[in-house]
């Protein structure tokens, strides 16, 4: 929901973004020309995409999901990340959206490496699933509607190989999880999605304070 980690006091935020951060020029750009959109809240932080990055190393990342690509950030983080045969599957509905994506897929240099589903994430998922895909996927970003999440995850766990991570953005949503006051449906969604993952044995998560909550779950062996 938000360009930085809104959870962090500025200063840190500051040193994190000064002390860590790599972003590549092009991903800088594509950054900026985002936040001018009105929809440009919806865009992930770069120290996440940082850490998607990390995550696609350690897991030497060959296939992934990108479940919600807006204007194409972390396809591209994803993208950037992967070995030369390397594939992203990228699901969004938005030609808008992702014709900016694509201007900035062949401006990186991974438009080959990224095939973009323009159909309902859940059809493009059980369509992998029906293809026999299960279990052939490195790494998921889910990032849609939020009330599918659950729905998403459920694809995006059968189609995870065992000892890959599904991440998962927006889990704090603003920080109306943690206020007992607030009950508005999406606030309940979140809620109800991040106790049922807490309490799935299928994965080991953890849920960290970046952007607006972002929650990585390890498919269990």
Request: net charge negative; glycine share 6%; aromatic share 8%.
């Amino acid at each position: 929901m938000t360009q930085q980690s809104m959870f962090l006091p500025p200063a840190i935020h500051q040193y994190i973004l000064d002390n860590s951060l790599r972003e590549p020029p092009v991903l800088a750009r594509l950054r900026a020309e985002t936040a001018t959109l009105t929809e440009g809240f919806y865009q992930i932080a770069p120290e996440e995409g940082q850490m998607l990055t990390l995550v696609l190393e350690l897991l030497r990342a060959r296939r992934t999901l990108d479940i919600g690509v807006f204007t194409g950030y972390s396809a591209t983080v994803a993208a950037l990340a992967l070995p030369p045969e390397g594939r992203v599957i990228a699901c969004d509905v938005s030609v808008e959206w992702t014709d900016v994506a694509r201007r900035y897929w062949d401006e990186a240099g991974v438009a080959d490496k990224i095939d973009l589903r323009l159909a309902p994430a859940t059809e493009t998922l059980a369509a992998l699933i029906g293809e026999g895909a299960a279990g052939s996927f490195d790494f998921a970003l889910i990032d849609a509607d939020k009330e599918l999440y659950p729905t998403y995850y459920e694809q995006a766990l059968t189609l995870t190989r065992p000892g890959g991570v599904i991440a998962i953005d927006n889990t704090l949503w603003r920080g109306t999880v943690a206020d007992p006051d607030a009950n508005k449906a999406k606030t309940r969604t979140f809620r109800e999605f991040n106790a049922f993952v807490h309490a799935d044995e299928r994965v080991t998560q953890v849920l960290l304070p970046l952007g607006d909550g972002l929650t990585l779950a390890r498919k269990r062996p």
